[in-house]
Antibody, heavy 120, light 107 residues
Framework: QVQLVQSGAEVKKPGASVKVSCKAS????????FSWVRQAPGQGLEWMGW????????DYAQKLQGRLTVTTDRATSTVYMELRGLTPDDTAVYFC?????????????WGQGTLVIVSS | DIQMTQSPSSLSASVGDRVTITCRAS??????LAWYQQKPGKLPEVLIY???TLQSGVPSRFSGSGSGTDFTLTISSLQPEDVATYYC?????????FGPGTKVDIK
């Protein structure tokens, strides 16, 4: 079955960077696109960015442009999200999500979430 | 970018009530609209996609309608297990923006 397994919780200082991984299994990795979605405590879902596992094309939310990089490692079927210049407002649970084969932005499968805390 | 809005932001209804949540896109998105349910402490799950297509396994009391800019999620008879936050989301093209959510609980 499809699984997305994310790396563990992180605590970072303001100004630092964080890199979260999402290992996919149970499907042909390069047939899909993957997005990162975050959820601040008690808040809604915020789409952050997307990558095509086949082409490597990316698209990012305008507010995160310049701070966010999403990459893949085809050899290990892993998607990475790196966010730089962290502030306390980046404290959130970060989810990876796999798009539908014919609709990249329709998220059928989600990782378990990774809590990132930004605090001095 | 296309903005997504939802109303109401929260509602409280009795078991068996009909519940309606609306979602509006700032520009037309055809029917590339999904509804997600997120129960407390759980992952979001797709309820409806293509504006009105019920995801496999979702109870038939859930239904969706709309096209273009205005969409509706209806729960025909609210059940205790429907307590959750509901999000609409556009997926015709990136950015795959979510609405702010509607929190539903039992009166």
């Amino acid at each position: 079955q499809v699984q997305l397994v994310q790396s563990g919780a992180e605590v970072k200082k303001p100004g630092a960077s964080v890199k979260v991984s999402c290992k996919a299994s149970g499907h042909t990795f390069t047939s899909y696109g993957f997005s990162w979605v975050r959820q601040a405590p008690g808040q809604g879902l915020e789409w952050m960015g997307w990558i095509s596992a086949y082409h490597g094309n990316t698209d990012y939310a305008q507010k995160l442009q310049g701070r966010l990089t999403v990459t893949t490692d085809r050899a290990t079927s892993t998607v990475y999200m790196e966010l730089r210049g962290l502030t306390p407002d980046d404290t959130a649970v970060y989810f990876c999500a796999r798009g539908h084969i014919s609709a990249a932005g329709l998220f059928e499968y989600w990782g378990q979430g990774t809590l990132v805390i930004v605090s001095s | 970018d296309i903005q997504m809005t939802q109303s109401p932001s929260s509602l409280s209804a009795s078991v068996g009530d009909r519940v309606t949540i609306t979602c509006r896109a700032s520009q037309g998105i055809s029917n590339y609209l999904a509804w997600y349910q997120q129960k407390p402490g759980k992952l979001p799950e797709v309820l409806i996609y293509d504006a009105f297509t019920l995801q496999s396994g979702v109870p038939s009391r859930f239904s969706g309608s709309g096209s273009g800019t205005d969409f509706t999620l209806t729960i025909s008879s609210l059940q205790p297990e429907d307590v959750a936050t509901y999000y609409c989301q556009r997926y015709n093209s990136a950015p795959f923006t979510f609405g702010p959510g509607t929190k539903v609980d039992i009166k």
